[in-house]
């Protein structure tokens, strides 16, 4: 089966760094994906993660350890706007399925 | 840019009654799926796509679902019997290929069976 893990909420201040971690166990993997969701909002697609390293994307970078089962997203001078729930999700099989965390609840605060 | 578009944005329905929620993927597409997300829950994976069949699916999609891709733009899921455990906000995604291309989400349509 497919377990994923990552913390329920998290709060930091504007103009801060805060790091969400990931750790997961998968039968098969294509990729681990982060994606951002407004509440009652789609996901929308913030990172990819393939090879183990860092992926950088602006103010958002992404990495990976396939050998440990982790990963973390790292976000750089957080907004206002940066406050959402961070989705953590492994792609495995064929049919490209994505399994997802619970999410993780980021507050900024001022 | 290219979006997945879904319809209609609400739903609601009388316990037992079939509903169709619509998708169009983003054009030029070739794997295109089904989430759900029940109210304060996580995302979970029903169907995948690919070539007019199911790649995959998960226990949810039992034999009272079911999609269709019925011209060259849409992407249906049938639910042919709602029951109260399936409101949810359905979302509909597409990617350019398979094996981890990344996933579109559409802004879903949120079902309310009563």
């Known amino acids: 089966g497919q377990n994923i893990d990552q913390p329920t909420e998290m709060t930091a201040t504007e103009g801060a760094i805060v790091q969400i971690n990931c750790t997961y166990q998968t039968s098969g993997f294509n990729g681990l994906f982060w994606y951002q969701q407004h509440a009652g909002e789609a996901p929308t697609f913030l990172s990819y993660n393939v090879l183990d390293g860092l992926e950088e994307k602006g103010r958002f970078s992404s990495f990976l350890s396939r050998s440990k089962g982790y990963s973390y997203l790292l976000l750089k001078e957080l907004q206002m706007k940066d406050s959402a729930s961070y989705l953590c999700?492994?792609?495995?099989?064929?049919?490209?399925?994505?399994?997802f965390g619970t999410g993780t609840q980021l507050k900024v605060e001022l | 840019e290219p979006e997945v578009t879904q319809t209609p944005s609400h739903q609601v329905t009388q316990m037992g009654q079939e509903v169709i929620l619509r998708c169009v993927p983003i054009?030029?597409?070739?794997?295109f799926y089904w989430y759900r997300q029940i109210l304060g829950q996580k995302v979970e994976f029903l169907v995948s796509?690919?070539?007019?069949?199911?790649?995959?699916k998960s226990e949810i999609f039992d034999d009272q679902f079911s999609v269709e891709r019925p011209d060259g733009s849409n992407f249906t899921l049938k639910i042919r019997s709602t029951k109260l455990e399936d409101s949810a906000m359905y979302f509909c995604?597409?990617?350019?290929?398979?094996?981890?291309?990344?996933?579109?989400f559409g802004p879903g349509t949120r079902l309310l069976v009563l």
């Open positions: 054009s030029n597409h070739l794997y």
């Open positions: 995604a597409s990617s350019l290929d398979g094996g981890g291309e990344t996933q579109y």
């Open positions: 999700a492994v792609c495995t099989g064929g049919g490209n399925k994505l399994t």
């Open positions: 796509f690919y070539n007019n069949e199911i790649s995959e």
